[in-house]
């Protein structure tokens, strides 16, 4: 015998109601916590842009002493992080997701992928003729340059207005950044950027929580 809850709604109000709540309920259990597709990239920022400020500070000065290679390594392996923690949230969210939007987002993979690779080759190529620190600047204003538009693009494909947002912001800061020189870009990057993504996570999160 049929209990009340496996019924059929009674009337159309009812039946819209329960597709609605269906609906979302799939879209959440479809969405990767924003808290793990966020912190991990604020974190590695705000650490590792932050350490370059502390070791190549503006003119020359050495805030902390630290071994050359340190903040480098550092941010290299804390962005590696970020992406690994993305990675397993997003194939947890979307692995069983076909069809447009999936192939929307292997293409977007694709252009992070092979646009930074074209980019950081040609770097690689121009950077050794320069001073050590524009030789930084130009390597982390470009990295910086190429994240913010990517996230304003791939706000303008899933009609994100937060992480197009976010790509403006960054822009912005990296803009500010570059013209105020070696050393006070690592600190705008580092405070502003990664404490802007931090930001945008948490606002992220909690539009999920609250989400009808």
Do not use: K
């Not at 039946?15 to 309920?25: E, G, K, N, S, T």
């Not at 932050?50 to 070791?55: C, D, P």
């Not at 960054?170 to 803009?175: A, C, F, K, P």
């Amino acid at each position: 015998m049929d209990s009340d809850d496996d019924l059929p709604p009674s009337d159309a109000a009812a039946a819209l109601r329960l597709i609605r709540h269906q609906q979302a309920v799939t879209a959440t259990r479809l969405e990767p916590d924003a808290r793990l597709v966020y912190w991990p990239w604020g974190v590695a920022w705000l650490i590792g842009f932050g350490l370059f400020f502390l070791r190549f500070a503006p003119d020359g000065r050495v805030l902390v002493r630290l071994p050359d290679w340190l903040p480098l390594t550092a941010l290299f392996v804390l962005l590696l992080a970020a992406g690994a923690v993305q990675a397993v949230a997003g194939a947890r969210a979307y692995g069983q997701v076909t069809g447009d939007s999936a192939r929307r987002g292997l293409w977007y993979s694709c252009a992070w992928g092979l646009g930074s690779v074209s980019v950081y080759a040609a770097l690689g190529r121009v950077s050794e003729h320069l001073p050590h620190d524009l030789a930084g600047l130009l390597w982390s204003a470009t990295a910086v340059g190429l994240t913010g538009a990517l996230h304003m693009a791939g706000g303008a494909i899933w009609l994100d207005r937060d992480l197009f947002r976010l790509g403006i912001w960054i822009s912005v800061i990296n803009l500010a950044g570059a013209f105020a020189g070696p050393g006070w870009h690592a600190l705008v990057v580092a405070v502003a950027g990664g404490g802007g993504i931090l930001v945008a996570g948490t606002v992220a999160r909690l539009r999920q929580r609250h989400r009808p």
